[in-house]
């Protein structure tokens, strides 16, 4: 054996094996401990310290100056539990550690066996009533037991003594497993290494475990501190990852980390430029958004507008060659989001006398996170009879704001009292606490909420991007003062933002762009910066101050059925539902949808369901759809109407040769209501006076289960629809229009008789449906405006009984722009265009009594197959600005490949005619009256035009029918195709010679028949009351509108 050993310097050491972990039996008994044995000496002083949770570098005073790297490196071992503080606040950076409390970690790591009620040493200097040191007796026993040490010097351990930088080296080397590779590497010259430990240092210092002093000296004979042990045993850490990486990668472990969160942990790092995680709940996709950790080897899972919900998910490794996998996905159980607990944020028990003084709470779900349930699900009693309540709404952060008016004179300061009692509906988890009434508030401390990019990133990369904040500033008694719109002495004109160093580019503003009565700071770049760096900024108002940094930077049978999972709930009310389903061959390949839905697969697979009645219609019962979106689910005509209702569906195949069942229960969940408004299209922030200037902008309502919501009905307590009684829903629309700025609701909205948009408009029923539509801001003349504006505001509101509430407010203001401001003008790409003017594809068409003619379809302006060429602007703020139609002129580089035209609305487009590539160059008025031009490429190419996407109305009634006859408009049939040009109703009919819809029936209700003719001609007898109506495309794509009474 080598004169080896940890401690074998002539000089502190006299035996010839002392703590040595070189007995590679030893070292192979547990690996994973071994590289965490340095790790777990920080766990130890004189006597062992118990772990604390939920910590990190910034819960130490003495880490508080370390660099960002090695903060993280703290962070992560603080995190794992690896290393905690030596007393409460202090980790004792430049601690040292002793040969007893060595001994003790190294007998845990080790997993050796330990017989505690040893009370007598084979060394004399260990013994079981030293205060100091008596605890680690039966630790030192177990090591000489293991043949790790036999001693400092004949007879004696040497408890008290210190564990040196040299040893500390010697053993990671040995804990790596890099113990072969010591005896050929030549050792460090330096003399403060003994000659026994300096290959072992040099090769520690090689492969970055350690690192040597600024003289060049490594001090191997010093004593290690704290700091030494961390930063050694993350680096050891990594080696041993690289040196052990295994050769494929695995998914270890998924769990539920937050109610939309999922965390995924590999078992090596991955290419994260490839590798791709998808998470199922049973056989259905769940949208994700997937960020990877820096090591590459986790990640964490977002869900996209969902939550995690009962059942079992599945997360899969895909994106990299299928030969670089081992295990590719693992499981998971998750559970509904439910309210744990309901916390008062600020212990003080005063509040400020104002019309708007604000209380915030935590609601706490499982997870110890922000609850993610709408503020509308809490009930809340505040005051006198209630009469302090305003409202109760959520920050950015998941926050509850409860909002008090206690400016009354039933409220006086000093001697006021108000109780404020909060409970969670469902689970009715309850907080309470009686406040003082106080003086009128003033700010005397403000936070900085969590910056967030634009870009998605971390940084600024240029013009057009923002870094935006909450900026929660608090009284005298620790509550939120609710953001101030005073024009001349609130937030807007009184908050500053100082940075510190000087960077002319970067610009703040003040406001509350999303309407939860916190104050928003948007930092943004004016112009691009050439130089990358952090700056710290302070912001004031009041006597309040916070600092905070930005950075700166850029032929099948089905044999087997299964039911899958849907992707929403049913809900009480709900007229229909579908259900996947999922069908197998003999050799286990899972069927095509086309194979599912053949006429033998339809014939075979039998459907039936629990709801459906005896007088239930047989065209009603269950059955597996033929086409349409839902093509190969199962769709449910027919659904118990009352919430907490259980039914089940069966798919059977019963044939001479094959038995198949497969059965799943459902529960009906509570009526959809109101929970939240999305924002699907932003409009733009500014808009230029000027004829056909437009910002088109489309805002939905969805329910509590985060689907789009089509209708409001009545709902009472126990989550059913009612006629009479319970709770009713409406969306409040305000428009403040000044000038010539104008907001316009969609067409569909007008035509359907719904309230105007003058002042204040009501919509109810299924007049949401109409409200969920795309609308726009619109200046209809030329005339100067530069101070119009234009402002809507939608509020939801619930209303029991003689209680209203508001549960969701979103606010969209546009104003015009100075004709002095800096803008910065591109033009839209147009990428591919079809060549319609030399393609044989493009001929006359007849369609019934019209005929669309090859000139009109080679013509730019009125030709469906060109594109909009349209000038897009964005401020120095990066909002993108509303522009007017000022095109004066435009030109192609080649009008052999692409041809150009201006209709009579100004409106600019490009046809293709034969394949290439050309340059369109454009001219258009600014802002400022100056004319400037752009150029934009676009490739045509002669890819035969089909279908990407089709949509259309779900219903139509019978009625709608008899007055119009042609299924595309009657549908309402909207097609995209692959070059991005979408053609729709009349003219979906019109070029139905390229788009290539056949039309087909069934499900016919009543007597008599119906046909489509290839024109899209529907002839129905009258004895018919029903039926579903359905539109495909050549390739498969298809859409299905049910008409019915």
Known sequence: MRESSYNLSKKNSRQPKDIQGGEKKVMKKSL???????????????????????????????????DAATKAKFDALIAAGVYDGVSEGVFGLNDKMNRAQFAKVAALIFNLDVDTSLTTSTFSDVESNDPANGYALPYIEALKAAGLTDGYAPGQYNPAGEVTKQELATFLVRGVGLESQVAGTPGVSDKTVSDWA??????????????????????????????????????????????????KASVSEAKAIG????EVSLNRDVDTEKASLALKKGTVNVPVTVKFAEDKKSAVLTLTDQRLSAGTYTVTLGGIDAAEIDKASAEFTAENETITKIDFLNSNDTIAKSNRAIVKLKASNQYGENASISAGAYTVYAGNNNGAYVKLTKNDA????????ISSNDYQSGIGIVPVNIYHNDTRVTASKNFKVGTTPFITKMEIGEIKYSNGKDFLGGTGETAKFDLINYDQYGNVIAFNTHATDGDVANTRVIFNGYEPALQYVVGDDNNDEVTDVRISLKNNVDKEGNYTFTVYNQAGTATGTVALKSAKVATKIEIGDMDNVVAAGDNDAYIPIIAYDANGQQLSL???????????????SSADLSTTPANLKAAIQQAGEHKGKIKLNVLPTSSKSVFSVTALIAEPNVNSTATKTYTVSDARIPDRFVVKKDSAKKIIAGTGAESKFQIQVYDQYGKELKEFNRVDQNGNVVTSGGSTYKVTVTTNTYGGVAVVPHADYTSAGLPAWTGTADITGTGVEQFNKEHKFTFATDAAGIDDSAEFTAKIYKTTGSQTVDIATVTRKIETISNTADLTYSVSPLNSIFNAGDNAAVVDNVYGTGTTLKSEQRDPVTSKLAKELKITATDAAGDSVALPRTITSVQSSNTSVATVGIAGDRKVYVLGNKTGSATINVAFV???????????????KSDPITVETVTAKKTRTITELRANTNAFTLMELTTVNNYGTEIKEADAQKYNHLLGFVFSVSGVVGTGSVTVDRNGIISADPGVTGFDLTATAPNGKSVTTAISN
Not at 259 to 262: A, E, Q, S
């Open 32 to 66: 994973s401990a071994i590289l965490s044995l340095a790790m777990a000496f920080s766990m130890f002083s004189s006597v062992a310290m118990g772990a604390e949770a939920a910590k990190d570098s910034s819960s130490f005073s003495d880490l508080k100056d370390l």
């Open 198 to 247: 300096k290959s072992y240092v040099a090769l520690a210092i090689q492969q970055g475990i350690v690192t040597s002093g600024e003289d060049g000296s490594f001090g191997g004979t010093s004593a290690a501190t704290r700091l030494q042990l961390v930063l050694a045993s993350y680096e050891a850490q990594r080696v041993h990852g690289e040196i052990n990486k295994p050769a």
């Open 259 to 262: 109610y939309n969160r999922v």
């Open 398 to 405: 998941g926050e509850l704001l409860l909002t008090l008016d």
């Open 594 to 608: 086309e194979d599912l839905t053949s006429d033998e697969n339809l014939r075979r697979i039998k459907i039936t």
């Open 926 to 940: 600014t802002n400022k009256g100056t004319t400037v031009n752009r150029t934009v490429n676009v490739d045509v």
